[in-house]
């Protein structure tokens, strides 16, 4: 399986956009790029995820690179709510035992 | 209803001592999951329902804990004769389970467990 690298932490300023960098350099063609956050003491809670087109949604956009080996999640106009850990995961259609790695931190601050 | 549901939220209990952990898939969703995680830890797969089916139970750490599913919807999570390293958070997630389509699932808040 291919795996993820991301930063440890980052802060965001209240209001501006928060960007979120994920390496998967080893990723397949299959493979499809997650993300998921878990606020403190709450369940993981999906955000997005893409093969490699670009997509948004109401939470955030996900850019993929055209090589497929890094993408970024973009919370445009992060708020205190946002303050959590961010896990950026690869997985096939079949492989259904979610695994996530350290994750990056995010603090939002006023 | 319109997430995951799990309960109860906190659960203390003696070592030794039988708990019943509650799941409430999402509406629809055919598949339905159970992980835990430990404190400052990832997520441990623990078992995977298809229906009220299990092919995946390769996770459970042991014969104490065991699992069921109900009308393909409500999940109980079982352990007997609780130890101290049973203490994790137990959470539940559900799927749509499309055959052939990368499938989402969606993550309930969580049964905290702690075993004295």
């Known amino acids: 399986d291919a795996k993820t690298t991301q930063p440890t932490s980052m802060d965001c300023a209240e209001g501006r956009a928060a960007n979120l960098p994920c390496n998967h350099s080893t990723i397949s063609g299959n493979e499809y790029v997650y993300w998921y956050r878990q606020i403190h003491s709450q369940g993981p809670q999906y955000i997005i995820h893409g093969l490699k087109n670009n997509e948004t949604n109401e939470m955030a956009s996900l850019i993929i690179t055209e090589d497929r080996k890094s993408s970024t999640l973009i919370l445009p106009h992060a708020t205190l709510r946002d303050t959590a850990v961010y896990y950026c995961i690869v997985r096939v259609v079949w492989d259904y035992k979610l695994s996530f790695g350290a994750g990056t931190t995010v603090t939002v601050r006023a | 209803g319109a997430g995951v549901s799990q309960s109860p939220s906190n659960k203390v209990t003696e070592k030794g001592k039988d708990v019943e952990l509650r799941c409430d898939p999402i509406?629809?969703?055919?598949?339905l999951y159970w992980y835990r995680q430990s404190l400052g830890q990832g997520l441990e797969f623990l078992i995977y329902f298809q229906g009220n089916s299990a092919p995946d139970k390769s996770g459970l750490p042991s014969d104490r804990f065991s699992a069921e599913r109900t009308g393909g919807s409500v999940s109980t999570l079982t352990i007997q004769r609780t130890q101290q390293e049973d203490s994790a958070v137990y959470l539940c997630a559900s799927s749509l389970a499309q055959s052939g389509r990368v499938d989402t699932q969606y993550f309930g808040p969580g049964t905290r467990l702690t075993v004295l």
């Open positions: 509406s629809g969703h055919t598949a």
